[in-house]
C-alpha cells in the first residue's frame, strides 16, 4: 500500500498530464466535488493559463478528493486517463493503487 504522500504525487502527476478542464468537471462530478473545483481560484485558471503554480494546485486538489471521502481513491485509480498514464509511467504505483481498492 502507498503511503498517503505517494498517492498524491504519483495520481497527481497523472492528473498533470492528461486533465483538461473537462475532466476536472467529471471527477468533480464522480466525486462529489464539483463545487469545491469549480470555485477553486486558480485550479482551473492556472490549467487553462499554463502557469508554473498549477502543479501544486492540481496536487492540493488530488489530496482533497482524496481527503474527502476514501472510496474517492477508487473513483481515481479506475479514471481512464489516470489509468492510461499510470500503465505507460508508473506500472508499479498502479498495480499497488489498484490492489488496494481491490
Same mark, same amino acid.
Given at each position: 500500500? /502507498?503511503? #498517503?504522500?505517494?498517492?498524491?504525487?504519483?495520481?497527481? #502527476? %497523472?492528473?498533470?498530464?492528461?486533465?483538461?478542464?473537462?475532466? @476536472?468537471?467529471?471527477? &468533480?462530478?464522480?466525486?462529489? /466535488?464539483?463545487? @469545491?473545483?469549480? $470555485? $477553486? =481560484? #486558480? +485550479? /482551473? #485558471?492556472? /490549467?487553462? @493559463?499554463?502557469? =508554473?503554480?498549477?502543479? &501544486? $494546485?492540481?496536487?492540493? %486538489? !488530488? %489530496?482533497?478528493?482524496?481527503?474527502?471521502? =476514501? %472510496?474517492?481513491?477508487?473513483?481515481?485509480?479506475?479514471?481512464? =486517463?489516470?489509468?492510461? @498514464? +499510470?500503465?505507460? $509511467?508508473?506500472? &508499479?504505483?498502479?498495480?499497488? +493503487?489498484?490492489?488496494? !481498492?481491490?
Amino acid at each position: 500500500m /502507498l503511503e #498517503r504522500g505517494k498517492k498524491i504525487l504519483v495520481l497527481s #502527476r %497523472a492528473v498533470q498530464d492528461t486533465f483538461t478542464s473537462s475532466e @476536472w468537471t467529471e471527477i &468533480g462530478y464522480l466525486t462529489g /466535488l464539483d463545487e @469545491w473545483i469549480d $470555485h $477553486h =481560484p #486558480r +485550479l /482551473l #485558471r492556472s /490549467l487553462n @493559463w499554463g502557469d =508554473p503554480d498549477y502543479k &501544486g $494546485h492540481a496536487m492540493d %486538489a !488530488v %489530496a482533497r478528493i482524496l481527503d474527502q471521502d =476514501p %472510496a474517492n481513491l477508487k473513483i481515481l485509480v479506475e479514471y481512464e =486517463p489516470i489509468v492510461k @498514464w +499510470l500503465k505507460n $509511467h508508473e506500472p &508499479g504505483a498502479l498495480s499497488e +493503487l489498484q490492489a488496494e !481498492v481491490s
